[in-house]
């Protein structure tokens, strides 16, 4: 009997580049080769103080801290200050930043916990304005273009408490593949965007061709938000209009408030998944791995295809420069014409200041030197299409080429401004801060479907549907009796053309 | 005879209770306090880190009891305990009576060997097992391809059917050797007189351990098993590290679901402090329950 032939790829290299996509996603300790070192700081526009001091700066890391990790040690001895810095990944600033607020000992600058409403933050005092510290503030914040800067998402009464330096104009779900792979298979993801069938049939031909030695398809399946963010995009793409963000946001059709988690785009999206996994295409083990440690299987030729963010980029281009991979667009559902993906207005990565910080000076004026074309254009030529620069400016003069300016274009060509109920209305803030996802969660339930635990695509979507709508009256219901003027009607922007930017004039119009 | 007052003998013993005093304080401080907190806190509807926390009585009691995760949860962390006491005990006291021979000249070794789990960190264990137990090139499965035990790889750790078995296998393999330890120390106060005389009646084999020297050490055993029960209850970095309570909660455990609620909300909305509380509040009641009837169990054996 014929031997199965062992896989080429070793345990060692395995761990090997798990860790180093960890480091890449926590301390960002990679040295960049994409600028020549250093950077042109300018003088602060007016005198900082002379005391020194250490400035903590607190982040969810990633490209953020490839940056960061080059820039600080040339601005803090610039200043004369030193700036420890810590980027981590979200489940651990979920973890840290409450509690570290809550003991005083939060860092000087750093990022809320995902669901965290700013408006809260404001409240309960635990942040102050900027505007002391960026000089001319109103000049900088001119030169932003306009949606990044909101009242009631990262500003508030009349003061910008958050600072965006980047877009949030991305997704996560981008097909990326083994261009070797790939065209041996007879397919070309850059001719046009693929179809379910395409998705599948590639798959099944990559594994195929493998021969025990790698396979169509990989996913880090026990990171639970990887199901829910490729179910959802997958589903906008197949016309499953939809917002993206916090519960408040995500899954829902502003044209008639109501979630989308049931409709056929969706239930499509999860069976492609399943068919993937009983096709035989998956690579075997994707339940017990993360997002990182996937990613880092690509490059060592494991797999033909994942659907990750641009944020691949960087890592692959540092731990195997010389692996051939494209990326292209989320597939489309069979029959259909792609449809645009939507994201809220407002930047990402918003940055705060402590209230406790003795450091706004300091964070201020590294803050400003940030938002200028200068700093953008740094940011651009280390990060990329990862965390776009929010300057579109500053992004075509950093001078991107290869995976990167491709990522940036189709997210250019695919994304669209959709309507965000908080800047209608800001109470829907309190909303958020009451809203809790129901157990389990979309993510759960999906992975639920794919290890076998759970039965009946169609039911389970219907069933989890419903328990979001609950969970959003309820927390509407919640938010009411405590004061805030809000209904579900909010979520309904009867004048959403879902085929353009919705901007500040489709406000006024409500 | 006449009663001292009791402010008298307070005084009296003054310098007893000054002694006493700075563990009080530490116990009060780390052991009372707490608890009295997480008591007022499960009767709250509170994220944990705002200022807004409102007084709900025991909704957050009635929410848990009536929440099917929650007491698949519950019950997964006794099945967990069922699973790994006993087989611990037994396979501890066996290892325990061969090093037990004085005559055994490697007893120091295998000891050593049995043990060195026991003093590794245990997030390095778990994070170094889910590399073990990979279906890509993990030693485990490599082991049963090569030995045509399987044809295809066992995703351990992601398939809900093997991945509770596999980290409670992992769990005993890292405790074994306290549990062994105990046994030793319990084995050791039996009398060399005890073994002799055993000899000289003719007691040898199982009747010698079944008869004479398991009565000897049976306190021991009500000891060491409760120790071990209340252990197996507490399994959150091993599991945290190795599955986090996954795939699709297979492998949550109370304390992975009272730290899920507590502080991690992957899908974004904020954490519930108050109800983690309440669940934390019953799973130490039903935990004190057991303590309880154990020592109870163990001082009816006393007597006997």
């Known amino acids: ?510 | 005879m006449h009663k001292k007052p009791l402010s008298k003998q307070i005084y009296d013993a003054r310098w007893c209770y000054l002694f006493v005093l700075p563990c009080s304080i530490l116990t009060g401080m780390f052991v009372i306090y707490p608890i009295g907190m997480s008591w007022y806190f499960s009767l709250l509807d509170w994220s944990g880190f705002t200022k807004e926390a409102k007084f709900i009585g025991l909704q957050n009691y009635y929410e848990a009891v009536n929440d099917e995760f929650f007491w698949d949860a519950f019950i997964r962390s006794f099945i967990f305990m069922f699973g790994t006491v006993p087989v611990k005990i037994v396979l501890g006291f066996i290892i325990a009576v061969f090093l037990n021979n004085q005559v055994l000249k490697l007893a120091p070794f295998f000891r050593t060997v049995i043990f060195m789990p026991v003093v590794t960190a245990i997030a390095i264990i778990g994070i170094v097992m889910t590399f073990v137990f990979s279906p890509f090139n993990g030693p485990a499965n490599k082991f049963l391809m090569s030995t045509n035990l399987t044809s295809a790889p066992i995703d351990f750790l992601g398939n809900p059917d093997t991945v509770l078995p596999t980290v409670m296998g992992v769990y005993v393999w890292k405790w074994l050797g306290i549990t062994m330890m105990y046994w030793l120390a319990a084995l050791q106060t039996v009398p060399q007189d005890v073994y002799d005389a055993a000899k000289i009646d003719g007691a040898e084999g199982y009747r010698l351990w079944i008869h004479i020297i398991l009565p000897i050490v049976l306190p021991f055993a009500i000891v060491i098993i409760l120790v071990e029960a209340v252990g197996a209850l507490n399994v959150f970095p091993l599991i945290e590290t190795m599955t986090a309570g996954g795939p699709f909660f297979s492998s949550e455990v109370m304390e992975i679901y009272i730290f899920r609620t507590a502080f991690v909300t992957d899908s974004g909305t904020m954490p519930r402090l108050g109800y983690a509380c309440a669940a934390g509040v019953f799973w130490g009641v039903a935990v004190l329950f057991i303590t309880v009837l154990q020592g109870l169990w163990m001082r009816r054996t006393r007597r006997i």
Request: proline share 6%; hydrophobic share 40%.
């Open chain 1, 1 to 510: 009997m014929k031997k199965k032939k062992d896989l080429k790829i070793s345990r060692r290299t395995v761990m090997k580049g798990a860790l180093a996509a960890g480091a890449m996603m926590s301390a960002g300790s990679i040295p960049s080769k994409l600028f020549a070192g250093e950077f042109n700081i300018p003088d602060p526009l007016k005198p900082l103080p002379t005391t020194g001091g250490n400035m903590r700066w607190i982040d969810s890391g990633d490209m953020k801290g490839v940056f960061w990790k080059k820039l600080f040690p040339e601005y803090a001895a610039s200043r004369g200050i030193t700036i420890e810095y810590d980027g981590l990944p979200w489940k651990e600033i979920n973890k840290i930043v409450p509690i570290a607020i809550r003991n005083g000992t939060v860092h000087d600058v750093f990022q809320l916990p995902i669901g965290m409403d700013p408006g809260v933050a404001v409240s309960e005092g635990w942040v102050q304005p900027w505007d002391d510290y960026i000089e001319n503030i109103d000049e900088w914040l001119g030169a932003f273009p306009s949606g990044v800067y909101l009242p009631g998402v990262n500003q508030f009464n009349g003061k910008t408490y958050g600072t965006c330096l980047t877009a949030n104009k991305r997704t996560g779900t981008c097909l990326l593949y083994s261009e070797k792979y790939m065209s041996e298979a007879g397919y070309d993801p850059q001719a046009g965007r693929m179809t379910y069938s395409e998705i599948r049939d590639a798959a099944k031909k990559i594994t195929k061709n493998g021969n025990g030695q790698y396979y169509g398809w990989i996913i880090g399946g026990n990171q639970v938000n990887r199901w829910e963010d490729v179910v959802h995009t997958f589903g906008q793409v197949g016309g499953a209009h939809s917002g993206r963000g916090g519960f408040t946001n995500r899954h829902i059709n502003f044209q008639n408030g109501k979630f989308q988690i049931a409709s056929d785009q969706y239930m499509e999206a999860v069976e492609l998944l399943l068919q993937l996994k009983s096709d035989g295409s998956a690579f075997p083990g994707v339940m017990s791995m993360n997002a990182p440690q996937a990613r880092a299987l690509m490059p060592q030729g494991a797999a033909g295809m994942i659907f990750q963010g641009p944020w691949c980029i960087g890592v692959w281009g540092r731990d195997a420069p010389n692996w051939k991979y494209g990326i292209a667009s989320e597939p489309v559902p069979d029959g259909k014409e792609a449809q645009p993906l939507y994201i809220a207005e407002g930047g990402s990565n918003t940055f705060w200041l402590s209230a406790n910080s003795t450091m706004g000076p300091f964070a201020g004026d590294l803050i400003r030197f940030m938002g200028t074309e200068q700093g953008q254009i740094y940011w651009a030529q280390t990060v990329g299409a990862a965390d776009p620069a929010v300057n579109p400016d500053a992004v075509a003069k950093a001078g991107l080429t290869g995976p990167s300016a491709q990522a940036l274009s189709m997210f250019a060509e695919n994304i669209l401004v959709g309507p965000n109920p908080i800047v209608r209305n800001k109470d829907v803030g309190i909303v958020a801060a009451k809203s809790r996802v129901p157990d389990p969660s979309l993510a759960l339930v999906i992975q639920g479907l794919y290890t076998g635990q759970l039965k009946g695509v169609e039911a389970q979507l219907k069933d989890c549907n419903q328990r979001y709508e609950d969970a959003l009256d309820k927390a509407v219901e919640e938010a009411r009796a405590d004061g805030a003027n809000v209904t579900r009607d909010d979520w309904v922007f009867p004048n959403w053309d879902v085929y353009s930017n919705y901007g500040a004039e489709k406000y006024q119009e409500l």
